[in-house]
């Protein structure tokens, strides 16, 4: 008796053993436990998007996003008021002076800004300067007068700290030149645009497209902007040329040119655009501009353009690109359609609208982006004579159109 009863209880000991081994096989074990672990961030339904702002309620204005005056200590010959001048005689709608802050001890408001020739009658003033560090360089642009001192400050610190001061002064950070030297070495969490085209020599920013495809393919809505990164002008005598002064005639002011779509004439609604996407890239401010547009319903009007994000229906949409300018030259164009970071299609144009149409069906779940790029023949910029030898044949790029891209990442 007393041994049958060792016996089952030697048995239920075991089982008891053998229920707990399994439970924490499920429960405790590393490697099986993950498949009871919900990815958070795995692909679903976006849910309703904010609607797209109108397409004809705004004006194109094109302007200058990068260029030094004689605040920046390189600088020769390129005086604020020559800079705005020049931004006048071209037609610029906008220009945002970027000094070197690290020359003036991050006192830009006492120098650029306080400089008696800075101001214009026609061009829009934003204000801003190149947050110049050891980590690389930045853009800030801004409407109104903000407190940089705070932002040089803080720009050898983490970027949870640089982060925290951006939103307290509430301005539009810019990655500028992000790769090759003086690359931008800060989280791209941090801005809401990037450099993509740098100066006048196109073919030196095939990195920083990549990165930008990079940012894009992994659901960051960041604007692609140009500036010109110009730092030296004409001399006003043969006696004050430097080494440098050459330059000036193949990169100045507008190579390239940054267009923004901006729902009225100011420099808020120009921030607001560059922010918001309604951006193209242009060569010169001469040449031709991209505007890049999606038709989602098949009613044969656009309701989309570059910058604008909507949801996918997994049904086809029209797009539409068109070249727009009063500088057209003759000869065929190269439309090259990017989507997701990869050549979707390569298309040719011409005539007085040089114009191309595709389709395609974005994702309905997941997210899909298209941007374009144009090449073809140049434009002449007759106040920059030599821009046109040294830009290759790019003509202009656009910014993309998203769809499904999470408005709160």
């Known amino acids: 008796m007393f041994k049958n009863n060792c016996t089952k209880n030697a048995v239920r000991r075991k089982l008891f053993y053998i229920i707990l081994l399994v439970a924490g096989l499920f429960t405790c074990n590393p490697v099986l436990a993950q498949s009871t672990i919900k990815n958070p961030w795995a692909v679903k339904d976006i849910g309703t998007l904010p609607p797209i702002s109108s397409l004809t309620k705004g004006i194109w204005l094109k302007g200058e996003l990068h260029i030094h005056s004689s605040h920046s200590k390189e600088s020769s010959n390129n005086s604020v008021g020559k800079i705005l001048a020049f931004a006048k005689s071209v037609g610029m709608g906008f220009i945002c002076i970027t000094d070197h802050d690290n020359h003036v001890d991050g006192d830009i408001a006492h120098n650029t800004w306080t400089d008696s020739e800075f101001k214009s009658d026609s061009v829009l003033l934003l204000y801003g300067a190149e947050l110049t560090t050891t980590r690389g360089h930045a853009n800030v642009f801004s409407a109104k007068p903000y407190n940089h001192q705070l932002l040089y400050n803080v720009r050898d610190q983490r970027d949870t700290v640089i982060g925290r001061i951006k939103r307290q002064l509430g301005i539009h950070l810019s990655a500028n030149h992000p790769s090759g030297k003086d690359n931008f070495g800060y989280s791209y969490d941090l801005v809401n645009s990037i450099e993509v085209w740098n100066s006048v020599v196109w073919s030196r920013n095939a990195n920083a497209i990549m990165i930008w495809d990079d940012m894009l393919s992994s659901g960051r809505k960041l604007t692609g902007r140009g500036g010109s990164d110009a730092h030296h002008g004409t001399p006003d005598s043969p006696d004050k040329a430097t080494a440098n002064s050459g330059q000036r005639n193949a990169n100045y002011v507008g190579t390239p040119t940054t267009w923004v779509f901006a729902k009225e004439r100011s420099s808020q609604a120009v921030v607001d655009a560059l922010t918001n996407g309604r951006v193209s890239i242009s060569s010169n401010p001469y040449a031709p501009r991209v505007e890049f547009y999606a038709d989602i319903n098949d009613d044969g009007k656009m309701d989309m353009m570059m910058g604008d994000n909507a949801k996918a ?75 046109m030898t040294v830009n290759g044949n790019m003509v202009g790029l656009s910014n993309p159109i998203y769809f499904n891209f999470d408005p709160n990442f």
Do not use: C, W
């Open 313 to 387: 229906t997994g049904k086809p949409v029209n797009f539409r690109v068109q070249l727009t300018g009063e500088h057209i030259p003759e000869g065929k164009f190269t439309v090259t359609v990017i989507k997701d970071g990869g050549k979707f299609g390569t298309f040719e144009a011409s005539g007085e609208m040089p114009m191309i149409q595709f389709t395609d069906a974005p994702k309905i779940l997941g997210r899909t982006y298209y941007r374009v790029t144009v090449e073809g023949p140049g434009t002449p910029y007759p106040q920059v004579p030599g821009a």
